[in-house]
């Protein structure tokens, strides 16, 4: 009976969250004023007598560049329980001008970012951008975490918890496929210039492989499993890559948010094999919201999350559950053999024995059956034990609270282009229990941290120098200063989902981003 071993410990010091007692400083606030919702009975108007009846009944200035609007241009100033966005996207008759707030004000500018057009109306020149969802074809229930890929590109993403994605198209991909695959799915693939259309949805038809139980039976899964630790060495790539990833974190009290950080990162990803150095990232930009109140006598703050995304690639870092020295302390049972692409996966469940006092994982892995490479594997720590970890994951508890884990779950997946595996996505989700002395109610917490990689080169790639290096030990919401109201640019990001973006649109915040 072994110890939890060296991976399991890295894990533990890599995401500690840091709690302190804090009163909340009085801040000015961004409301969704653009979100809310207005009727206006004005009639016919110029454009500048519409903008002052909107300020009137708004309380919010409108800044912009002269040369943008025609101010005695007429518009029909009738809208009823609309949402102010779109009223403002009517008055100006284009979906050239951007809307943004800061304080109280709102800014009109030119938008940098272009819709995306149908296949008859697309331009050579322009940037586009391909949105859409993934559901079963079957019940048309979401897909979360399905990739999606362009098929001779490391260009890619996933879709979030309700199954949807988004993602850029320059011009030279036109003529590209993208490639969506699922877990026990086939694979769907469909020509870019097609993706180009409203509500765009891809039904995944589920593929039920009939395995005869005694072929089940007779495959020892530890066999496998020691077959895809020797073949990391051709699955894996040998030489280092440059990924772009977009990163998210966020803290939820009782489903409320108290804070948000979301980054456009860049990762030296070094070789799987001979190679001594560590990965690398570097912050390209990012932003924040807080959501502290005055009456939040406790404020959670996740530590080292852009680290633990690195530390929780189990091909470089070997997922305990795949380690040699550590199997023995594991029962492993094959059940079942799913679609994936083309090919097969073996599901291999794997839980701690009844006889080790120490909380190990459980949770299940998939594995190539051709080629015997890792999928995909999602795992939690034992909830019966988790409890005897408690310092290992909490830090500088806040005196007067005592503060105990409640779960730690991971999911970790691996995309492959041209016969070559690369990390594609990492999500972590830890439950938390606070509770104040003396007082009778406990306090819920949920933290969250997701990397989705949209992006792999793998030539002239180099190691980034040390001035340039994110401080992913840290407190990463910590690092983030100040105000950018044109955040996104033409960068891949990882949509929110409806509960997120409900608790977004309900936030009392002011958008904030990375200060170099």
């Known amino acids: ?167 850029k198209i320059t011009p030279d991909l036109y003529n590209d496929t993208l490639s969506v695959s699922y877990l026990g799915y086939i694979r769907s693939e469909i020509p870019v210039r097609q993706a180009f259309r409203a509500d765009f949805s891809i039904p995944m038809k589920r593929e039920f492989i009939s395995i005869p139980e005694i072929i089940i039976r007779n495959q020892i899964p530890q066999e496998i499993i020691n077959k895809t630790v020797l073949a990391i060495r051709r699955n894996y790539s040998n030489d280092p890559v440059q990924m772009t990833g977009f990163y998210r974190e966020g803290v939820l009290k009782k489903k409320e948010l108290q804070n948000y950080s979301e980054a456009i990162v860049q990762i030296f990803k070094t070789s799987y094999t001979g190679s001594l150095l560590g990965d690398q990232m570097k912050i390209f930009r990012s932003r924040k919201i807080e959501n502290i109140k005055r009456t939040d006598t406790l404020a959670v703050r996740l530590k080292a999350g852009l680290s633990t995304c690195l530390e929780l690639d189990g091909v470089r870092h070997l997922f305990d559950f795949l380690n040699r020295e550590s199997m023995s302390d594991y029962r492993y049972r094959l059940s079942d053999i799913v679609t994936w692409e083309d090919e097969s996966a073996y599901a291999i469940e794997f839980e701690q024995k009844e006889d080790i006092d120490q909380p190990l994982y459980k949770g299940m892995v998939y594995i190539n059956t051709v080629d015997f490479a890792i999928l995909h594997a999602e795992f939690e720590l034992n909830p019966a034990l988790i409890h005897k970890m ?63 990689i949209t992006d792999i080169v793998q030539k002239n790639v180099r190691r980034f120098e040390r001035e340039e290096l994110a401080p992913i030990h840290s407190v990463f919401s910590r690092t983030i200063t100040s105000y950018d109201q044109d955040f996104w640019g033409n960068q891949d990001f990882l949509r929110p989902e409806d509960n997120l973006l409900k608790a977004l649109k309900n936030m009392k915040v002011r958008l904030q981003e990375f200060s170099e």
């Not at 025609?70 to 284009?94: A, C, P, Y």
């Not at 282009?417 to 229990?433: A, E, K, P, T």
Request: glycine residues 6%; aromatic residues 12%.
């Open 390 to 452: 408690k310092e290992s994951f909490i830090s500088n508890s806040s005196k007067g609270f005592n503060t105990w884990p409640l779960s730690v779950k991971y999911s970790v997946s691996y995309r492959k282009i041209n016969d070559i595996y690369f990390l594609s996505h990492v999500r972590g989700d830890l439950m938390f229990s606070s509770k104040q002395k003396k007082k009778l109610f406990n306090s819920q917490y949920l933290v969250f941290f997701e990397l989705a």
């Open 1 to 167: 009976m072994s110890s939890l071993n060296g991976f399991i410990f890295r894990i533990f010091q890599a995401i500690p969250l840091f709690l302190l007692l804090m009163i909340p400083q009085k801040t000015d606030c961004q409301e969704g004023i653009l979100d809310s919702v207005f009727t206006f009975r004005a009639g016919s108007v110029k454009t500048s007598e519409a903008l002052d009846i909107i300020s009137g009944q708004t309380g919010y200035n409108f800044t912009y560049d002269s040369r943008l609007i025609d101010k005695e241009v007429k518009t029909e100033m009738n809208f009823n329980h609309l949402r102010l966005g779109i009223i403002l996207d009517s008055i100006f008759q284009n979906n050239t001008l951007a809307f943004s707030v800061i304080d109280k004000y709102i800014i009109i500018s030119r938008s940098e970012t272009i819709h995306s057009p149908s296949p008859d109306t697309l331009l050579p020149e322009m940037v586009s951008y391909i949105t859409g969802i993934i559901v079963d074809e079957e019940n048309s229930e979401p897909l979360p975490f399905a990739t999606i890929g362009l098929k001779n590109k490391g260009r890619g993403t996933v879709t979030n918890n309700n199954g949807e994605f988004g993602l």
